[in-house]
C-alpha cells in the first residue's frame, strides 16, 4: 500500500515538473508587432485578416450534434428489447422519446431550426 502512494506520489510530482517546463519553455519572450501582423507578399494587408464566423452556423451544428448523440444512443434499445420486461423497456423508451420530443419543441419554439433567418 505504500509503495503504490509513493509510485502515486512520483508519477504526479514528474508530472508536475513536466507541465511546468512545458509552461516555461512555450513562452514567446519577444513579442514583435511587425511578425504577429498577417503578411500578404510584403505589403500592408488590405482588409482584415479575420473573417466573422456566423453563430447560426454553430447553432446548427450543435443541433445536429445533439441530435446525432441522440440516435446513436436510441440504438440500445432495440438491442435491451429482447433481454428485458416489455413493460419497463416500453416506458423507459416512451420517458426518453417524450424527452426528445420536449427538446425539439423547445428548440421549434425558440426558432432555431429556422433555415432562412
Do not use: H
Not at 36 to 43: A, K, V
Not at 58 to 71: G, K, N, S, T, Y
Not at 90 to 97: A, D, E, R, Y
Request: proline residues 3%.
Amino acid at each position: 500500500m505504500i509503495s503504490l502512494t509513493i509510485t502515486a506520489v512520483i508519477f504526479f510530482l514528474i508530472s508536475f515538473i513536466m507541465m511546468i517546463l512545458a509552461n516555461i519553455l512555450s513562452k514567446k519572450s519577444f513579442i514583435d508587432r511587425e511578425k504577429s501582423s498577417p503578411f500578404e507578399c510584403g505589403f500592408d494587408p488590405i482588409n482584415s485578416a479575420r473573417m466573422t464566423f456566423s453563430l447560426r452556423f454553430f447553432l446548427i451544428a450543435v443541433i445536429f450534434l445533439i441530435f446525432d448523440v441522440e440516435i446513436a444512443l436510441l440504438f440500445p434499445f432495440i438491442i435491451i428489447m429482447n433481454f428485458s420486461n416489455m413493460i419497463m423497456w416500453f416506458l423507459t423508451t416512451l420517458v426518453f422519446l417524450l424527452i426528445l420530443l420536449i427538446g425539439l419543441y423547445y428548440e421549434w419554439s425558440q426558432g432555431a431550426l429556422n433555415w432562412a433567418n
